[in-house]
């Protein structure tokens, strides 16, 4: 996951509620929030939320 610095930047992701999900185009699997995820590793919305 990206953040920006700064004031409104600066939270712990690990205290977040956050989802596991695995993009179908390149299978890989990472954590996210959000309602628009997208795959970190090919930038695709092709994701399934393994939770």
């Known amino acids: 996951m990206c953040s920006t ?3 409104m930047g600066d ?3 690990k ?3 956050t989802k596991r999900y695995r993009c179908l185009a390149c299978g890989n699997e ?6 628009r995820v997208i795959c970190p590793s ?3 919305d092709n ?3 393994k939770e």
Do not use: A, R, W
């Open 5 to 7: 610095g700064g004031p």
């Open 15 to 17: 205290k977040l509620k």
């Open 42 to 44: 090919c930038q695709s």
């Open 30 to 35: 990472f954590k996210s929030i959000g309602k």
């Open 47 to 49: 994701v399934e939320c």
């Open 11 to 13: 939270f712990d992701l």
